[in-house]
Every structure is written in C-alpha cells, then in structure tokens.
C-alpha cells in the first residue's frame, strides 16, 4: 500500500470533528481533551447556527491546528479550500454540494489529503476519479448534528462499497458512538468520525477513550 494511503487508514480510526456551534465551552479545551482520550484525525467544520466566519473563524482554526500539531495530529479543514490554504491545513474534506475532488485537488496540490462525503456508488466512484484520498459515508445512523442529512443508510453502505471493491480508505459517520463503533468497523470501516459523541460529552477525554476501546474491537473482528 502507498505511504500516504497507509497514513491516511491509520489516522482515520477515530477521526473527531467540530467547530463552536458543537461545543458547549472552549473548542480549544475540548479537542486537547479529546486528543488526550486518543482521538487519530481532527476536522475544523465551522457550521451551523452562531457558527464564526471571517478573522474569528481563522483564529479559531489556527488555535486548533496548534493543538493538532502539537500532538501530531493532522488538521483537515471542512470546505473551506481558501482557509486550508491559508494556514497550510494537512487536508480538505467536501461534500457533494461542494467544489469537485478534481478542482480542489488542483487547488490544493497532491500531498494534501482529500476527503469527499458520498452516499452512493456513483458519487464515490467520481470522487476516487477526482482524486479523493478517502471517502465518508453517512450517515450511519440518525444524527441530530447534520440539518441536512441524507436517509439513514445502516452499516449495510460500507458493506456494499466494499463488496464493489472499493479499496479506498472508507470513514463511517453520523449517530456513531461507543455502543455502536465496533459494528460500523467490523462492516469493512478503516474508521469512525463523530460529533457529539466526543464534542456533547461531559466527559471528553472518556468518550474518546470509550469509542477507541470499541473501534479496536471491532477491527479485531474484521
Ligand atoms: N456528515 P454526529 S452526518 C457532518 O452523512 C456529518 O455525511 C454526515 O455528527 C453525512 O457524530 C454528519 O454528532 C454529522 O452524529 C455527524
């Protein structure tokens, strides 16, 4: 497997995102918090409502990037292609009513990785032409921390791109948690992106721990 491919499985077997609007106290705190529980990728998605923009959102995102560094962890940045940009982010994950893979990649360059949300078989295979590095599939199950997310697909949709063949680097979300991580690995995920399991918990740096305890087991029976 190449390097880059090989990184990227490993770094998405816990890969927590947020940005303010999930966060009840300081962003900063929670991700040192959940870095500390064992979370392997960080994604910077400033949506939704009283979401920041502008000098705001890039202080935001630089006190985080710091965090992420400082622990080795790779800083990806949702959507915003000139912000990744700007503060030399590791990588850029876009949904289907985004910018194209293609242009993004072009924008970005080949070393930077490339996440894509898609949902059906079609959507994947242009986003592996386009130059998509991984590939998200969601959601999993309900989620109340996406207003605009697609019918629940169940762990059924990992199964199936995996018996397309897809060998590409494959990322569950939406509604995952400790109780039901292992399940979403053991259909053929590389790894498991949450919100509000990490960002909503009382206990962070344990949520981590807990959904890391269950996506272990759940490689275990792969
Ligand atoms: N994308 P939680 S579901 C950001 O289906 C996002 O593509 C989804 O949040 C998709 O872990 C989702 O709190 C929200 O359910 C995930």
Redesign the pocket.
Known sequence: MQEKTSAIKDALKLYF?MGSPNCHRDPVNILEEAIRGGISLFQF?EKGQGALSGTQKKKLATALQQVCKEANIPFIVNDDIDLAMEIDADGVHI?QEDEAASIVRKRIGADKWVGV?A?TIEEAERAIKDGADYL?L??I?P????DD??SVKGTAIIRQFREHGFSIPLVG????TSTNAAAVMEAGADGV?????IS?SEDVEDAAIRLNQAVHSGCANQ
């Open positions: 995102i998605r949904g949300s949902h998200g969601g959601p199950y989620t109340s921390s996406k997310a697609e979300i939406g509604g995952i992106s949450v919100i509000s399991a909503g």
